[in-house]
């Protein structure tokens, strides 16, 4: 009998031949399609795609929100079924309850899992401190702007140790220098212990910025992956830094050739022929 396959030798996600279709029959809506992907150990990949493209739907099949219509999700070699619950996801909205301070947030993630409220108290300090809020554990959410409000998400999702981090569009509600400060911490949470990610963002340049690898997605319906670019910029990375590099303005450049012609395939019924 075949052994289960070693999690730390296996792809940390792999899509095989991925489908995700909605609806059945004449009405049916093919989201993606025969979609591969492998995201390695340790590896943060950063897909972007045209708005609809189905960047969410490949995180929701990962996290076992979604089952494919065709193919299979693999999470440290095996297939998915039910919800991934060694992975972390962060969403886009906020997800904290209004009702608990930053640290109850925290916290919680680690008592559902049945840690003592003293331990899971204790690490939750230990987070806040880790993402420069600890002077903030007894704010509520409305207490708190939006830059820390999304520390506590980042927190409530670390906590629990996650093998793997989900993150869509994580930073999106943010203001641009909001946006780039929780890159560099993020970046620097990840450094530490070097989990595979999978990030998904429609701003290019943070997906050059944070990431290993860059995978560009097809305008939909039947969306699919056209291009990937390794980042090869030196790590550590600031990411407002990283930004003035003649290497990012060139990476920069060789992935909106693949991206634009998508995002025009998107856009083009609504916006007609837009000069380059």
């Avoid at 980042?231 to 290497?247: F, K, N, Q, V």
């Amino acid at each position: 009998m075949a052994s289960d396959p070693d999690p730390d030798a296996a792809p940390a996600i792999a899509l095989e031949g991925v489908s995700v279709a909605f609806g059945a029959g004449a009405s049916a809506y093919t989201a993606v399609a025969d979609v591969d992907l492998a995201v390695a150990p340790g590896e943060f990949v950063a897909i972007v795609g045209p708005t609809g493209c189905g960047k969410s739907t490949l995180l929701n099949v990962v996290a076992g929100l979604l089952a494919p219509a065709r193919g299979v999700a693999r999470f440290r070699g095996r297939p998915v079924a039910g919800i991934t619950i060694e992975a972390g996801y962060l969403f886009q909205q906020d997800a904290l309850m209004p009702w608990k301070t930053a640290l109850a947030n925290i916290a919680v993630a680690l008592e559902v899992a049945g840690a003592s409220r003293a331990e899971a108290d204790r690490q939750g300090r230990a987070w806040l401190a880790r993402v420069g809020l600890a002077r903030f554990a007894d704010r509520y959410p409305h207490q708190l702007s939006g830059g820390q409000k999304k520390r506590v998400a980042l927190a409530q999702m670390l906590v629990r140790d996650p093998a793997v981090l989900l993150m869509d569009e994580p930073f999106g509600p943010l203001d641009a220098q909001t946006r780039g400060l929780m890159g560099d911490l993020l970046l620097s949470l990840w450094s530490a212990d070097r989990k595979a990610v999978l990030f998904v963002t429609h701003d290019l340049e943070e997906a050059i910025a944070l990431a290993d690898r860059v995978v560009v997605m097809s305008a939909g319906p039947a969306s699919r992956i056209v291009a990937e670019h390794r980042i090869d910029l030196p790590r550590p990375r600031a990411t407002a830094d990283i930004r003035l590099e003649p290497r990012f303005h060139a990476l920069q450049r060789a992935i909106w050739a693949d991206l634009k012609a998508e995002v025009m395939k998107a856009y083009g019924d609504q916006f007609g022929e837009v000069a380059p």
